[in-house]
């Protein structure tokens, strides 16, 4: 396995970490998203939490 060097480590693959992993890339960043999930996103829900 290689060592790698990122910028910023997001935790957490919900809407908010990848949103702020696709900001932080956009402004050339090297990061890494970690999820414990097998996928992205499924904990996401289209319900308002209110």
């Known amino acids: 396995m290689s060592a790698e060097q990122v910028d910023a480590v997001v935790v957490g693959a919900g809407v908010v970490g990848l949103a702020v992993a696709r900001a ?27």
């Open 24 to 50: 932080l890339a956009l402004a050339g960043r090297e990061v890494l998203v970690l999820e414990a999930a097998e996928s992205f996103g499924t904990a996401t829900s289209a319900r308002n939490s209110e």
